[in-house]
């Protein structure tokens, strides 16, 4: 019935788009609906357009193999604004121009890498919120906070506790300290940096791995309890 909704849409010579955002969150019924769909796409003006997290979607690799086999995929990795982007975007603000915004341009992609739904939420939140100009502390507004508290507790353990030690030791940091710190042994560490590099959280380095932006490291350390901060601070300690 959603085939034929779909494909009745059209005007002749016209096309109808279906976007589909967050499809990593779609059930087993929305996944098998597609299949099914892109088995009839061939014959009908129909394009869709699905936006998915990196890292999270494993429940969507048959649906992926599928489509390819029926030469109906085309994916297309999107990459965060550069440094010059987010600049222009300072700029459109008035309160934040010239040298200010060049500097801001800098502070804002380290602390989001360049996330635009994060640079975005910080700046409404400094407009809305009264921050002036060389506040040191940008502001971390309650939904993104909440989007990154969700990734991290949705991480497998030895993932988060991976992820706890490299919040311990700060923006870089090699595999032996992340086992040492983690506790775990060297197969588990391995199989959560390749969850966590996966996820777009840790980003490989020649000689090491750094957090893919400044939040990702402070929101692992915030939700940490007080007992456990100690206790990883001793481990890097020693």
């Known amino acids: 019935a959603l085939h034929r909704l779909l494909t009745a849409l059209p005007a002749p010579r016209q096309t109808t788009l279906l976007v589909l955002d967050d499809l990593h969150w779609a059930d087993e019924a929305t996944v098998g609906w597609l299949s099914y769909l892109a088995s009839k796409l061939r014959r009908s003006r129909l394009l869709v357009v699905a ?3 990196p890292g999270d979607v494993a429940g969507l690799d048959d649906l992926r193999a599928t489509l390819s086999r029926r030469q109906a995929l085309h994916e297309m990795a999107l990459a965060g604004w550069d440094r010059a982007t987010v600049q222009q975007v300072l700029e459109r603000l008035p309160r934040l121009t010239g040298e200010d915004a060049a500097g801001m341009a800098v502070r804002l992609h380290n602390t989001t890498g360049g996330n635009p ?3 975005l939420s910080i700046l409404q939140e400094m407009v809305e919120g009264g921050s002036e100009k060389g506040d040191d ?3 971390v507004p309650g939904q993104v906070r909440e989007v990154l508290e969700r990734r991290v507790q949705g991480l497998q353990p030895a993932a988060r506790q991976v992820l ?3 919040a311990v030791l700060g923006a870089r940091h090699d595999f032996a300290l992340l086992q040492a710190i ?5 197969l588990e ?3 959560g940096l390749d969850e966590l590099v996966a996820r777009q959280m840790l980003d490989p380095l020649p000689a090491g791995f750094q957090f893919h932006h400044d939040l990702i490291r402070a929101t692992a350390y915030d939700r ?3 007992w456990r901060r100690r206790l990883l601070h ?3 300690a020693d």
């Open 164 to 166: 706890e030690a490299g």
């Open 224 to 226: 940490m309890s007080s």
């Open 234 to 236: 001793s481990r890097a």
């Open 117 to 119: 739904f994060f640079v």
């Open 51 to 53: 936006a998915l997290r």
């Open 182 to 186: 983690s506790g775990r042994d060297g």
């Open 189 to 191: 560490t391995a199989d």
């Open 137 to 139: 502390k940008l502001p």
